[in-house]
């Protein structure tokens, strides 16, 4: 990002003063919606006790009539629920639509961590606003990571009633936004898409009711091994196998995930590791020098016995094909 680009986003700064506290309101732009109770109350105490020692960074804003807030909401909440008189303000001009997102995501990168799901309703915002899709670009602007980004997109990819459920106020009901990042693969997987019976709103859903009850899901990253079974099965081209022990295992609460388990593919894929395995060893003894190696006698037993074992497999295997 160019000098230039970090000054028009950059709202200018007006000066530091104190203000009424009803005369702030939040920044409806603001990254982070949910404020939990338990780490406000902490906050709560200790300004209780010494006061507010960093300045919120405020804006005038024409349109609501009063300061409007870009850092500092959990400080000025807490200074509400305490009813001080005023709290000590940064005041800088008002910014534009794009320059309150980014100025939001630049203030807070370095703070606590807060829930995926709101970043990725900003991040929405700002990328409709820029038409900008580049996660690289995006995480240049904002400050968030690029893995981060590419979390925020696959979260915005859910219809909005899922992405609700991260949004609840209460933490005990707040689905996490790692459950749906987790699922993404499997929902999305095109193999999957393409199976007759499948519809992804349903499945979420099911997918969500068994994480809930802990009925054949027991943690998110179970959706890998999942993940797993099925690439497994695709590769040893068993579509309509797995599709209808998936089409099961979604259905009946009382299915584990070895139900979708293909014999046939986990051969498929335990072969397909000994091959590569084999040829990287192949490649390993076509570069030996035997005379760097002609003391190393561990290492001469070990090719023996690799190659009577070879032997003994391939003459098995030639038995069953006569």
């Known amino acids: 990002m160019t000098r230039a680009t970090e000054e028009r986003l950059a709202p200018k700064a007006v000066g530091v003063k104190k203000v009424p506290t009803g005369d702030l309101e939040p920044n409806p732009h603001n990254p982070r919606m949910l404020f939990d109770r338990e780490p406000l109350k902490v906050l709560r105490d200790s300004i209780e006790k010494v006061g507010i020692l960093v300045p919120l960074t405020v804006y005038w804003g024409a349109q609501e009539k009063k300061y409007v807030i870009l850092d500092g909401?959990?400080?000025?909440?807490?200074?509400?629920?305490?009813?001080?008189?005023?709290?000590?303000?940064?005041?800088?001009?008002e910014p534009s639509l794009v320059q309150n997102i980014v100025t939001m995501f630049?203030?807070?990168?370095?703070?606590?961590?807060?829930?995926l799901m709101p970043t990725a309703l900003k991040l929405e915002v700002l990328m409709n606003e820029l038409e900008e899709r580049n996660d690289g670009r995006l995480a240049q602007l904002t400050g968030l990571d690029v893995a981060v980004v590419t979390r925020c997109k696959k979260l915005l990819s859910f219809p909005r009633?899922?992405?609700?459920?991260?949004?609840?106020?209460?933490?005990?009901?707040?689905?996490?936004?790692?459950?749906?990042?987790?699922?993404?693969?499997?929902?999305?997987?095109?193999?999957?898409?393409?199976?007759?019976?499948?519809?992804?709103?349903?499945f979420t859903e099911r997918m969500l009711e068994k994480y809930r009850a802990q009925k054949g899901l027991k943690a998110v990253t179970d959706f890998r091994l999942m993940k797993q079974h099925i690439s497994n099965a695709r590769k040893a081209n068993k579509k309509q196998q797995i599709s209808r022990r998936l089409e099961e295992f979604v259905a009946d609460d009382s299915l584990s995930l070895d139900?979708?388990?293909?014999?046939?593919?986990?051969?498929?894929?335990?072969?397909?590791?000994?091959?590569?395995?084999?040829?990287?060893?192949?490649?390993?003894?076509?570069?030996?020098?035997?005379?760097?190696?002609?003391?190393?006698?561990?290492?001469?037993?070990?090719?023996?016995?690799?190659?009577?074992?070879?032997?003994?497999?391939?003459?098995?295997?030639?038995?069953?094909?006569?």
Do not use: C
């Open 259 to 322: 139900h979708l388990q293909l014999k046939e593919a986990n051969v498929g894929a335990a072969a397909r590791r000994l091959t590569n395995s084999v040829r990287s060893l192949v490649d390993q003894l076509k570069t030996l020098d035997v005379n760097e190696f002609y003391g190393e006698e561990d290492l001469w037993a070990a090719l023996q016995d690799l190659v009577k074992v070879a032997l003994r497999k391939l003459s098995q295997a030639d038995k069953r094909t006569r």
């Open 161 to 202: 009633r899922f992405q609700d459920m991260m949004l609840d106020p209460n933490p005990e009901h707040r689905v996490k936004a790692d459950f749906f990042i987790e699922l993404y693969a499997v929902r999305n997987d095109r193999f999957v898409n393409d199976m007759p019976w499948y519809s992804r709103d349903r």
């Open 73 to 93: 909401q959990r400080r000025w909440m807490a200074a509400t629920e305490l009813r001080l008189k005023d709290v000590p303000v940064n005041v800088v001009a």
């Open 106 to 115: 630049q203030i807070h990168k370095l703070r606590e961590d807060w829930e």
